[in-house]
């Protein structure tokens, strides 16, 4: 992995605070009307309160060790005998395995869906500035050691950020899940784990649950980069356009941006259509449609992915893929992000102990 990917966004942490670039929030956008939820009534406060705890492992798919914050409800030290649902929680570029839980308030969302009557593990790994991808190439393993410098506040270390095996689908798949399956009482069965993620965790929710469709039954893009060739709508009410050539990517993505996905997607327009989410919902539904995870997709209406999202839809509605769409006021944010994390919570907690809901195309 090379370490100019990171050194290349320094400039931008200060700005970004709110979760992502500045180039994904957008001043104006055309909203469509959308349903609001229903506000849950207030209840007593939780019973009870989960715990976090960071625990590291070792990766074979990347040759690193990793760390990994989980949430264990309220009754699990209380009821040795019970086993759990999963949800694996993702997180952004240029962050790190805390970001839900210091900047999303998933523990307080977590503790009031205990007292609710759902209780989940939730665990969120270290995912680096990866895609969650296997990477179009190696990178400069040595050259990242070597220029390593930490961000100010941040836990990641030169022996976990420079990994010699950039293969960080299989890392979380394979690695994480084995991880906290043995670790943890977990009920192991794919029905019974999901995996979610917001922006570039939002991609890696979708890309690696939809290409390992026998270990996740249930995935969450929150704000997802869905759309990655995305090139605009050619006009309203038509098919959205798609990048044809390199050059049209490089455009597309911008000067401070390209350097931080062209890694981990390639150089070339088949290496990104190879990782496009939309062709592995495709390819998952085409091979065996009962195994396709269950899908939860939102998206804030000023938020810079909208377009990306839209055509995501566009693509699974032609393939007739059941899934559920949202779209809410907000950006690409923590505020978002903390507004509706209780919703996929909610979302997943259904999912995972079998109570299915219909889906919904969205607006």
């Not at 941006?257 to 085409?286: C, E, H, K, S, Y």
């Amino acid at each position: 992995m090379t370490r100019w990917r990171r050194g290349a966004c320094w400039s931008l942490v200060a700005v970004v605070g709110a979760g992502g670039p500045p180039e994904l929030n957008i001043r104006a956008s055309h909203h469509v009307p959308v349903t609001l939820p229903v506000a849950a009534p207030r209840t007593a406060a939780p019973r009870a309160a989960g715990r976090l705890v960071t625990t590291t492992f070792w990766s074979q798919a990347l040759g690193a060790r990793k760390q990994v914050v989980t949430w264990l409800p309220p009754s699990y030290d209380k009821s040795p005998a019970t086993r759990y649902p999963v949800a694996i929680y993702l997180h952004g570029l240029w962050g790190e395995e805390t970001d839900w839980s210091r900047r999303g308030n998933i523990a307080q969302a977590l503790d009031a869906l205990a007292a609710a009557g759902t209780e989940l593990i939730v665990v969120m790994p270290d995912g680096d500035d990866s895609w969650y991808t296997t990477w179009n190439w190696l990178g400069d393993y040595a050259a990242c050691r070597r220029d390593f410098a930490p961000r100010e506040g941040r836990g990641d270390t030169v022996d976990s950020y420079c990994v010699p095996w950039p293969h960080y689908d299989d890392y979380i798949a394979r690695d994480l899940v084995a991880f906290v399956d043995r670790t943890w009482r977990t009920d192991a069965r794919r029905e019974r784990r999901a995996l979610a993620g917001l922006s570039m965790g939002g991609y890696g929710a979708v890309s690696i649950g939809m290409a390992y469709p026998d270990v996740f039954g249930a995935v969450v893009s929150h704000s997802g980069v869905l759309s990655p060739l995305y090139g605009g709508p050619a006009d309203v009410g038509t098919a959205p356009r798609y990048a044809a050539s390199v050059a049209e990517l490089k455009a597309g993505w911008g000067e401070r941006m390209w350097p931080l996905i062209a890694p981990a997607f390639g150089q070339d327009t088949t290496a990104w259509w190879a990782r496009d989410p939309a062709r592995r919902v495709r390819n998952a539904w085409q091979r065996r449609r009962t195994l396709v995870p269950a899908l939860y997709v939102d998206i804030g209406t000023d938020d810079g992915l909208l377009g990306q999202n839209r055509a995501f839809r566009h693509e699974l509605q032609a393939l007739g893929v059941p899934f559920t769409y949202r779209e809410w006021p907000g950006k690409h944010d923590w505020a978002y992000w903390t507004a509706h994390v209780p919703e996929s919570l909610q979302w997943i907690g259904q999912q995972t102990q079998g109570k299915r809901q219909g889906s919904s195309r969205g607006p």
